[in-house]
């Protein structure tokens, strides 16, 4: 299984970018997604992700109205709407998933099977 993320860049603080992970090589349609993000020195820290079973979505609260998640079964992929980008969202991006994300784990790195190799966005002026 291959999870393929796209679409960091350098943007300007206000600006938007949308980040986008295939999956490739097993559906993850049945699977708890998410995105997370690693700054330099830090730990790998949750962003926002959709459950499995009931669909539901968790964000962060430093991104809660301006980062959108998304997934499209069909295309077998998940998506980042990222809005109002701050310079603290400087970071680089990793999408997951895994088969048995609880609710209570959804935040949790160590509950993400499948990785995938990063982009970095980068906010400044």
């Known amino acids: 299984v291959q999870l393929q993320a796209c679409g960091g860049g350098l943007v300007q603080p206000g600006g938007s970018l949308r980040l986008s992970c295939a999956a490739s090589?097993?559906?993850?349609?049945?699977?708890?997604v998410a995105w997370f993000r690693q700054a330099p020195g830090m730990g790998r820290n949750f962003v926002a992700g959709?459950?499995?079973?009931?669909?539901?979505?968790n964000y962060a609260d430093s991104v809660k109205g301006r980062f959108t998640i998304s997934r499209d079964n069909v295309g077998n992929t998940v998506s980042l709407q990222m809005n109002s980008l701050r310079p603290e969202d400087t970071a680089v991006y990793y999408c997951a998933a895994g088969p048995s994300v609880i609710s209570s784990t959804v935040a949790s790195p160590t509950a993400y099977y499948y990785w995938g190799q990063g982009t970095q966005v980068t906010v400044s002026s």
């Open positions: 090589g097993r559906t993850i349609s049945r699977d708890s």
């Open positions: 959709i459950h499995r079973v009931n669909s539901r979505m």
